[in-house]
């Protein structure tokens, strides 16, 4: 329920916002993402009907966030998606959300990237939501791409926001003023999203590594024909 009331925040305003950004906005929280899954309606189903991501977090300030994760998300018969987060023989749940609403990955990511910048920066979550919220209503970068995914190349989209670029506490946020949300899109990747990644540079001559925090598609179960 958390990650649906965000999701909200995120659709407020988005209708006055300009052609483009309508554009960027259909590309990163795309409604019909898990169309073509098909539901898990038993054990004997458990490989179909189900995505799994990798999950690394890297940089000298995220203390126990960092390490690699797996998320789990599996698509039930009442059409809601249930998310896992595992570390080693460690899971606990995500939550439930409609499949109506698209793949929730994409909101358990923003969220997780603020909490961890706001965390190392000391900034507020709530200003760094308002900022995503508003870079997504000016152009966004989108390049074209080609990715490797079960043996084939796939034609794909990186859309880049970088959402202090033009904040005016940029000079007060140090390093993290450069965090930049690359998310790669396909319509031939089940889920839609194959890769997100935000990324925050080292700070210039000191000792600290930057941050990462990359989710990358490992495995999609049996997709419906």
């Given at each position: 329920m958390r990650f649906l009331l965000l999701f909200a925040l995120f659709l407020l305003g988005m209708a006055q916002g300009p052609a483009a950004a309508a554009e960027t906005y259909e590309l990163l929280f795309r409604?019909?993402?898990?169309?073509?899954?098909?539901?898990?309606?038993?054990?004997?189903?458990?490989?179909?009907?189900?995505?799994?991501?990798?999950?690394?977090?890297?940089?000298?300030?995220?203390?126990?966030?960092?390490?690699?994760?797996?998320?789990?998300?599996?698509?039930?018969?009442?059409?809601?998606?249930?998310?896992?987060?595992?570390?080693?023989?460690?899971s606990r749940g995500l939550g439930n959300y409609?499949?109506?609403?698209?793949?929730?990955?994409?909101?358990?990511?923003l969220e997780s990237v603020l909490a961890d910048v706001a965390a190392q920066s000391g900034g507020s979550p709530f200003y760094m939501r308002n900022r995503i919220?508003?870079?997504?209503?000016?152009?966004?970068?989108?390049?074209?791409?080609?990715?490797?995914?079960?043996?084939?190349?796939?034609a794909a989209r990186e859309v880049t926001i970088r959402p202090f670029t033009n904040d005016k506490a940029r000079d007060r946020m140090g390093r993290f003023a450069e965090l930049a949300l690359a998310v790669t899109v396909s319509e031939?990747?089940?889920?839609?999203?194959?890769?997100?990644?935000?990324?925050?540079?080292?700070?210039?001559?000191?000792?600290?590594?930057?941050?990462?925090?990359?989710?990358?598609?490992?495995?999609?179960?049996e997709e419906r024909r």
């Open positions: 409604s019909t993402a898990l169309k073509g899954l098909a539901a898990v309606s038993s054990e004997s189903e458990a490989a179909q009907g189900t995505l799994v991501y990798d999950k690394v977090i890297s940089g000298a300030d995220v203390g126990q966030t960092s390490g690699s994760f797996g998320i789990g998300l599996k698509i039930e018969p009442d059409d809601n998606v249930a998310m896992m987060l595992y570390q080693g023989t460690r409609p499949a109506s609403v698209g793949n929730p990955v994409i909101m358990y990511f919220k508003e870079a997504l209503l000016r152009d966004a970068q989108v390049v074209p791409v080609s990715l490797r995914y079960q043996n084939r190349d796939i031939d990747i089940p889920g839609w999203y194959y890769s997100l990644v935000a990324t925050v540079p080292a700070a210039a001559g000191g000792a600290k590594a930057g941050y990462s925090n990359a989710i990358t598609l490992k495995r999609a179960g």
